[in-house]
């Protein structure tokens, strides 16, 4: 059988390796090369190109960007669950919301704002307004909680806004929660589950590269950036840490994934517990 995958030099794929690095901060190893070659490909057989030269061309060649989206979209990955790392989760409702509910009550604020900054099919920002609602009403119910869920990929991003799920994604969910901010719907073939209006209302979903300016006017009580860092350099995710930094109210946390570590980076961040750290006041 002819081999149908795109022809794909050394010299290709260093082009779009650092072109994907100087627009997105996603550091493409050597050893990714093989996955590039299979996911550019899909895109490229729907234009009816054989070679990654042609296409990087086309992609270059394109006023309108929207075909560095398509790029971008094809090489992201976004793989994502229902309170993954769960330990966040409880740390977040047994301590950072009754401590922020407390300050905040002092001062008559019931304003909060937390940041979701790669929340790929929506799993997280959803998960996070769970936790508001069921640990924190006076934020959540009678305040002004709101969530921004951004991300690269626009194709994750219709998903998250949808809020539609099959059950294999929703079993990570708790029976309590599934059935309060969940909406069964469709026959017992193809039942989804819709997230609820309540629970909706509390996000914004917004396309955002990381590398762009941040359009933040107004501190935030809490950043997850989790799983996303381990797809950049030591330099790159640096920046990033600063930019944190300056975005959060004092008192305010970071989040990372399990697999991250700003071990080895200057910042100005309190280690709080793994993966956790604080801006001090």
Known sequence: MEDSSPSFSDKDYQAI??????TAGINLMEGKKE???TRLGKRMRLLQMNDIHTYFKYVMDDDTGEEIVFLLDALA??????FREDQHFTFMGKTILPELEDRYRAKGIRRLRIWSAACSSG????????????????FGTGGDCKILATDISTKVLNIAQQGLYGPERIKTVPSMLLGKYFQK???HG?????????????????????MDPLPFR???????CRNVMIYFDKETIGRLINKYYQLLAPGGYLF?????SLSGLKHDFKYVEPCVYRKEQ
Do not use: C, W
Request: charged share 20%.
């Open 17 to 22: 390796a650092t072109f994907v690095h100087k």
């Open 35 to 37: 996955l590039v070659r």
């Open 77 to 82: 990955t976004n793989l994502t669950s229902f």
């Open 123 to 138: 799993e997280e920002p959803y998960t996070i307004g769970m936790v508001i609602m069921e640990k924190s009403p006076y």
């Open 185 to 187: 719907i469709g026959d």
């Open 190 to 210: 193809k039942q989804m589950y819709q997230v609820v209006p309540q629970l909706r209302d509390l996000i914004v979903f917004r396309r955002l590269n990381l």
């Open 218 to 224: 107004n501190p935030l009580d809490l950043i997850f």
């Open 256 to 260: 990372i994934g399990h697999s991250e």
